[in-house]
C-alpha cells in the first residue's frame, strides 16, 4: 500500500491530487464537453431545418450562459467542501458528472463507515490517508448515482411514447398547455416553500451533523422576494419599451439581483438579524 | 412530412442518448478501477458493499423517480444529458425552463425540444469550464472566495432561493390561480417536516399541482366560469 504522500519532483506530493488523477479528470471532462457540443450541434441544424432562427437559438445559448453561471460557482464551492476530505481532484470529477453535495457526503460517508474494522476508522472531514479507503469511497459514490444512467437508455423512449399518447389522446391543447404550466409550477413551489419554511440539508463532518447553507428565514425570503420583484419590474419595462434585446437578461438578472441583495443585508443589517432563521437546522 | 422528420430526429436523439449514456458509464466506472490498478489499493468487496447498502435503497429510488418526474419537463435530449451531467433541479431544469421563455416556445413541440437541448448542453458546458477554470488555476484563492466568512459567502448561500425567485416570477404571475395549491401544500409539507429533502417533495408538489390544475379546469374555474369537457373522459 502506497502513503498519503510520496517525494516527487523536490516537493511532496498528496497521491489525490497528483498528475494521474488530473489526467483522470481532463478524461471525464473531455467526454462531458464533447457531448454536450455534439447534442447542441445536431439540435442547432436541427433547429435551423424547421425554422427556428439563428438569433433565438444565439439568444438561448447567451441567456443559459448567464443563467449557469452563478449556480456553477455554488457547485465550485461544493468541490472546496469535498476537498478537505477528499482532495480536489475527485469532487471535480464526481460535480463534473451526475452528484450534488449531499449525495456525493453522503456516499463518501457511507464507504468510510464501512472501514470501521479497528485498524483504519475515518469520517468525514477528515483528509483521507489511505488509497485503499480513497478507492473504496470512489467505489461507492459512482456505483451509487449509476442507476439513472443505466435505467435511462433502457425505459426514456417508451415513456416518453406512453406520455405522447396520453397527450395525443386527450386532444384538447388548452388543457395540455395547462397541466405542463403544472408541472413546472410544482417544481419551483417546492423551491419557493423551501426559501419560506424549509430547513438547511445537513452533512455529518468528523462525527458532527452541520448545517449546509441556511435554513428559511430574513435572508431566505427577502432573496426570494428581490428576485421576483426584479423579474417582473424589468418584464413590464421590456413590455412597456418593446426592449425586445434586453428580454434574455430579465432572469439572469433577476437572480444576481437576489444574490446581491443578501450581501448586502449581510453587510447593512445587524447579523442577528440578517441572520435570523426560524427553521435553523436540527 | 413535419412529422415524419421530428420521428427520425426524436429516434436518432434516443440512439445517440443510448450510446452516451452507456459510454458514460464506462468513463465514470473507469475513475474507481484506475485509482485502484494505479495505487494497487483494491477494497474488499464487502467493505464497499456495506457501504453500497447505506446509500442505494435512496439514492436509487430518487433516481426511478427523477427519470418519472424530469423526463417530461425536458424532453429527449436535454434528459440524455442532464441525466450525465447531473444538478438536474438546481440548474439543468432551471435553464431550460428560462431558455424557453426567452425562445417564447410552446409546450410539448419540436421547438421546445430543439431549445431545451440547446440549454442543456450550453449549462453542461459552461459549468464543466467554471469548474475547471476554478479548480485549474484558481485553486489558491478558491478558498478565500467561498469560505465562511467570505464577502460573497451570503450570496451562495442564497443561490437556490434567488433561482427560482427569478425563474418562477414569470410562472407564478402568469398562472397564478394555479399556483397556490402547489406553494401551500410545499410550506404546510415543510412546517411539518422541514428536513424532506427537495428530492422528496418535488415530485409531491408536482401531483399535488397536476391534481389541482385539472380539478380547477374542468370546474371552469380556469375558463372564466364555463365548463369545458372533461378531457380525460373518452
Known amino acids: 500500500m502506497q502513503d498519503l504522500f510520496y517525494y516527487a519532483g523536490g516537493e511532496f506530493m498528496d497521491f489525490k491530487e497528483n498528475g494521474f488523477m488530473y489526467g483522470l479528470a481532463v478524461v471525464v471532462v473531455l467526454f462531458v464537453i464533447g457531448q454536450s457540443i455534439f447534442f447542441m450541434v445536431r439540435a442547432f441544424r436541427q433547429g435551423k431545418k424547421i425554422g427556428i432562427s439563428v438569433k433565438t437559438m444565439r439568444s438561448v445559448i447567451m441567456s443559459s450562459t448567464l443563467f449557469t453561471i452563478a449556480p456553477a460557482i455554488a457547485i465550485l464551492a461544493t468541490v472546496v467542501t469535498l476537498a478537505g476530505t477528499l482532495g480536489i481532484v475527485l469532487p471535480w470529477i464526481r460535480l463534473t458528472v451526475v452528484g450534488n453535495l449531499q449525495y456525493e457526503v453522503t456516499a463518501a460517508q457511507a464507504a468510510l463507515e464501512s472501514f470501521k474494522d479497528g485498524q483504519s476508522i475515518a469520517v ?50 388548452r388543457f395540455g398547455d395547462i397541466i405542463s404550466a403544472a408541472t413546472f409550477i410544482g417544481l419551483v413551489s417546492a423551491f419557493i416553500g423551501n426559501a419560506i419554511a424549509g430547513k438547511a440539508p445537513t452533512i455529518k463532518e468528523n462525527g458532527k451533523i452541520l448545517p449546509v447553507g441556511m435554513g428559511a428565514g430574513i435572508m431566505s425570503v427577502a432573496v426570494l422576494i428581490t428576485s421576483i420583484l426584479v423579474v417582473v419590474a424589468l418584464q413590464l419595462l421590456c413590455k412597456k419599451f418593446k426592449w425586445e434585446k434586453f428580454e434574455v437578461f430579465v432572469l ?6 437576489g444574490m446581491a441583495m443578501a450581501i448586502l443585508l449581510s453587510n447593512v443589517l445587524p447579523e442577528s438579524i440578517s441572520m435570523l432563521e426560524w427553521r435553523p437546522a436540527t | 412530412m413535419k ?46 458493499f456495506k457501504g453500497l447498502l447505506k446509500v442505494i435503497p435512496i439514492f436509487w429510488t430518487t433516481q426511478i423517480l427523477e427519470i418519472l418526474v424530469y423526463s417530461p419537463m425536458l424532453g429527449t ?31 410539448n413541440t419540436e421547438e421546445d425540444e430543439i431549445v431545451s437541448t440547446i440549454a442543456t448542453a450550453t449549462s453542461a458546458i459552461v459549468t464543466t469550464v467554471i469548474l475547471a477554470v476554478g479548480v485549474i488555476a484558481l485553486s489558491p484563492i478558491l478558498p478565500k472566495i467561498t469560505a465562511e466568512d467570505s464577502f460573497f459567502a451570503p450570496a451562495f448561500k442564497q443561490v437556490l432561493p434567488a433561482l427560482f425567485g427569478a425563474l418562477g416570477a414569470g410562472y407564478l404571475i402568469k398562472h397564478w390561480r394555479l399556483s397556490f395549491v402547489p406553494v401551500i401544500t410545499a410550506v404546510v409539507i415543510l412546517i411539518f417536516d422541514g428536513n424532506m429533502g427537495t428530492g422528496t417533495l418535488i415530485p409531491i408538489c408536482v401531483v399535488v399541482s397536476i391534481i389541482g390544475a385539472y380539478i380547477m379546469y374542468i370546474s371552469g ?9 372533461n378531457p380525460l373522459k373518452k
Not at chain 2, 7 to 26: E, Q
Request: hydrophobic fraction near 45%.
Open chain 1, 124 to 173: 468525514f472531514g477528515q483528509n483521507i490517508k489511505d488509497p485503499r479507503i480513497f478507492s473504496a469511497v470512489s467505489w461507492v459514490m459512482t456505483v451509487g448515482i449509476i442507476f439513472g444512467l443505466i435505467l435511462l437508455p433502457l425505459v426514456l423512449k417508451r415513456l416518453q411514447n406512453k406520455i405522447g399518447k396520453i397527450r395525443s389522446e386527450t386532444n384538447d391543447s
Open chain 2, 3 to 48: 412529422n415524419n422528420k421530428n420521428k427520425t430526429y426524436i429516434d436518432s436523439t434516443h440512439t445517440w442518448g443510448r450510446i452516451f449514456s452507456v459510454s458514460a458509464v464506462c468513463v465514470l466506472l473507469m475513475v474507481p478501477v484506475a485509482i485502484c490498478i494505479k495505487y494497487d489499493a483494491w477494497p474488499s468487496f464487502n467493505q464497499v
Open chain 2, 221 to 229: 374555474f380556469l375558463t372564466g366560469g364555463v365548463k369545458p369537457k
Open chain 1, 252 to 257: 439572469p438578472i433577476g437572480m444576481f439581483a
Open chain 2, 77 to 107: 435530449g436535454a434528459t440524455y444529458l442532464s441525466f450525465v451531467t447531473g444538478n438536474v433541479t438546481n440548474l439543468k431544469l432551471p435553464c431550460v425552463l428560462n431558455a424557453r421563455e426567452t425562445a417564447k416556445t410552446k409546450p
